[in-house]
């Protein structure tokens, strides 16, 4: 305590000195740095979708556009970013697989429980209301793509969208969203569900057959690149979202900086003509410790 006091006292004469420059802020900067900071919500509902998966509901009014992301916070543990996966009459959700020890605390919680949101972040899909249009998503990457099915069917009640969706698992018991989508295309490595072999695989028997003006895909990096060669020899436009080893949320630390890109900010959804210019994209990718491996 005596300490601290110490501390304020000198940061007192030091301003007085005018050693220390007092910055002010704008209404809109205050209202930025806010929004940095996380905001504490109560799950409202904890839904199973599988084995590994739980969905966790809570109230919000946030504004964002699909494929965007927020990061959640546990105090006194750490903070993750999470992508929107739910979002209806104030209700937002976000699907978490279980894979490691934030997850695992996380999957440990309870309806009532309290967490920390802030955001959402970065750059979200480019909506298009093209008449033929492919979603791709690749086991837990499928939670990025489901708000952005939900909008793209409210535009084909108005337009008469053409949309086709691809979910690839190993096995059958890490499908996900089957209720929702019903008329899913599905995939699984084992045969146990659908087609037996990959999201990549039955996209290229499609393609083969049928002219889809739009692609949109998450999963693996290394299955998004291989989509995105498809998409560049079939001359389909497409867009992914990558998924890096995310810090800041808000492009300060670079830890997820692929090819000078930052996939916080300038992504997590890139266009073709970026994803091309990206030269690490399907290639490397930068760990939490900030060294570069082969993906």
């Known amino acids: ?7 304020v006292l000198l940061v007192l004469h030091m301003i007085k000195r005018k050693k220390i420059k007092l910055v002010s802020f704008s209404s809109r900067e205050i209202e930025e740095k806010k929004a940095e900071q996380p905001v504490m919500v109560k799950i409202c509902k904890i839904t199973k979708e599988s084995p590994g998966v739980k969905i966790f509901f809570f109230e919000s009014d ?7 992301f927020v990061m959640v916070w546990i105090p006194l543990l750490d903070e993750k970013p999470f992508t929107i996966s739910y979002f209806q009459d104030n209700i937002l959700g976000i699907s978490v697989l279980k894979r490691g020890l934030f997850t695992s605390v ?6 009532g429980d309290t967490i920390g949101i802030r955001g959402p972040y970065g750059r979200g899909f480019n909506i298009k ?6 979603v791709v998503g690749g086991g837990i990457g499928m939670a990025s793509l489901t708000t952005l099915v939900d909008k793209l069917n409210s535009v084909n009640n108005k337009q008469g969208l053409n949309i086709t969706i691809i979910h690839g698992a190993r096995t059958a018991a890490e499908i996900l969203y089957q209720k929702r989508f019903r008329d899913m295309k599905l995939c699984t490595e ?3 569900a659908g087609f037996k072999g990959t999201a990549v695989d039955l996209f290229e028997n499609l393609i083969k057959r049928q002219r ?4 949109y895909a998450c999963g ?3 299955m998004l690149y291989k989509i995105f060669e498809l998409c560049q020899r079939n001359k389909t436009n497409c867009e992914v979202s990558l998924d890096r080893y995310i810090k800041c949320g808000f492009g300060v630390c670079g830890q ?8 916080c900010v300038d992504g997590p959804v890139f266009n073709m003509e970026e994803l091309s210019e990206m030269k690490d994209f399907g290639k490397m990718t930068v760990t939490k410790t900030g060294e570069r491996v082969i993906c």
């Open 212 to 215: 889809f003006d739009t692609v």
């Open 1 to 7: 305590m005596v300490l601290k006091t110490l501390k």
């Open 256 to 263: 997820c900086d692929c090819s000078g890109r930052r996939i």
């Open 129 to 134: 209301t093209n008449l033929n249009v492919c």
């Open 190 to 192: 084992d045969g146990t």
């Open 62 to 68: 946030v504004k964002f556009t699909p494929g965007q």
């Open 106 to 111: 996380l999957h440990s919680k309870k309806v």
């Open 220 to 222: 693996p990096e290394k």
